[in-house]
């Protein structure tokens, strides 16, 4: 049932709850999803190739079941400058840990309801920097948990970077050999990690006609900014009857703001106006690995670094608010998640910044650190528990998201009285058990990665 706030209160002391998001909103989740076959997808990137239609299987136990986990929750963290800062949790997923649950539960319930209604299988082809991997091989598994599936109709292949293994989370998709050849985890070495997602369309392109020819089976490239777009929607749908109206700033670290996106279509949608204006701005922070976005926003292009200056074994300066005023190195990899350069969806979040209102910042390593004790105690009455070691944490989302927060109340960069802060990731080593290195699939071309994939279409 739908809970609305009875005061102006921004953020109740109570967490604010809603289960079963996918399902509490069937019915607008339906219709976000009808419409998104008409919208262009961000950045202009039209994806090609097959893709299911863009409709859900029909609504019942079995469905139910599988989108149990896209639970969300809002609560109140601190105050901090006058401003009250609160979390949107989007981690309930314990198999996960993130919200890319959501994305991941909508792309494999689309190609469900393709099965169920032409025969045919799918096997998904998706590049992924570990999280999204992680969350689209947990939702086919629960595909086949939930029955809505076999294993023979609905199979994946992923592909991911060297430089991300050590976030990859073990997966009963790999519970025996058969399974480990059906759902493989390919692994491309390679110092660019953006070439994963050149190597999966390239592989789709060559293999799909003649699987399809050969196996009747469906090749899909997923990567279509859409699926996290609609997916995504069912934050603003939580925000319209759990949050006051009100200003509000609505801050992520993003590596091309898919969730931030998602939240202003879903704004759209229920406002039913191309500009919602009821008081929401974003607030984006990255950090210093894939800055672009905060580059773009306030200095007009993707290269725009400060002038650092050495200084007692750390970088430090003090003439760009929106970058760390202290470093441990200017080009430092944060968290190998965050991977994107030059991200195409930049122009449209800068045109939503510019009429809505918001800002973003660039954290470091040195300044997560410095604020991780405040962190994890403004976390931990919320059920979000960080390691009492920093080193143990391998997500570091949120971490990054409030320090950005809480650097941005302090240099005069957020406005409203309240900033909320969009949880899309956070664990630690005691949180996962990760992939065993042996289930591995090292690639190093696309003939590799073609071989990989006729072994999954074939086992």
């Not at 967490?15 to 976000?32: G, I, S």
């Not at 029955?147 to 073990?170: E, F, M, N, Y």
């Not at 080593?429 to 006729?454: I, Q």
Request: charged share 20%; with cysteine; hydrophobic share 40%.
């Amino acid at each position: 049932m739908t809970t609305t706030l009875p005061s102006s209160q921004a953020l109740a002391d109570t967490a604010l709850q809603c289960p079963r998001a996918l399902t509490h909103y069937d019915t607008e989740l339906r219709a976000v999803l009808a419409a998104a076959a008409d919208t262009p997808a961000p950045g202009g990137a039209d994806p090609g190739g097959f893709a299911p239609a863009w409709e859900l299987p029909a609504a019942g136990d079995d469905l139910d079941r599988f989108f149990a986990p896209s639970g969300i929750s809002a609560h109140t963290l601190d105050e901090d400058g006058g401003r009250r800062i609160g979390l949107l949790n989007l981690m309930h997923n314990s198999r996960t840990r993130t919200t890319k649950t959501f994305a991941s539960l909508v792309i494999v319930a689309r190609a469900v309801a393709h099965i169920r209604r032409t025969g045919e299988s799918v096997v998904i082809v998706t590049p992924s920097s570990a999280n999204k991997a992680t969350a689209l091989r947990d939702a086919v598994l629960r595909a086949h948990e939930s029955a809505l599936v076999t294993p023979d109709q609905l199979r994946i292949v992923c592909v991911v970077p060297s430089g991300s293994t050590a976030k990859l989370w073990h997966c009963g998709l790999a519970g025996d050999a058969t399974s480990r050849t059906a759902h493989p985890l390919a692994v491309l070495r390679t110092d660019e990690p953006g070439d994963v997602k050149q190597l999966a369309r390239a592989v789709v392109e060559q293999e799909a006609e003649a699987l399809y020819a050969g196996h009747g089976i469906r090749l899909w490239h997923s990567l279509d900014l859409r699926n996290y777009m609609v997916a995504d929607a069912v934050r603003a749908l939580f925000e319209r009857d759990f949050l006051p109206e009100g200003d509000r700033t609505h801050a992520h670290s993003v590596s091309s703001a898919f969730g931030l996106l998602g939240h202003f279509h879903g704004q759209q949608w229920h406002t039913r106006r191309q500009w919602p204006d009821i008081g929401g701005q974003y607030f984006l922070v990255q950090h210093l690995g894939t800055p672009d976005m905060v580059s773009s926003l306030h200095h007009g292009r993707f290269d725009h670094r400060p002038a650092w200056v050495f200084r007692d074994g750390l970088f430090h300066q003090d003439q760009d608010p929106h970058f760390p005023q202290v470093a441990h190195d200017p080009g430092e990899q944060l968290d190998a998640t965050f991977y994107t350069h030059t991200p195409a969806t930049s122009p449209r979040m800068n045109e939503i910044i510019a009429r809505q209102g918001g800002g973003g910042v660039v954290v470091s390593l040195m300044e997560c650190l410095g604020h991780y004790p405040r962190i994890r105690h403004m976390l931990a009455p919320h059920g979000v528990h960080l390691p009492a070691d920093p080193r143990d944490l391998r997500e570091w989302s949120l971490v990054m998201a409030l320090t950005g927060v809480l650097n941005g109340i302090e240099r005069g960069l957020i406005t409203t009285r309240e900033v909320l802060v969009h949880g899309s990731g956070s664990y630690g080593t005691g949180d996962f058990r990760p992939a065993d290195p042996r289930h591995l699939h090292p690639v190093a071309s696309l003939e590799d990665l073609r071989h990989v994939v006729r072994a999954a279409a074939a086992a």
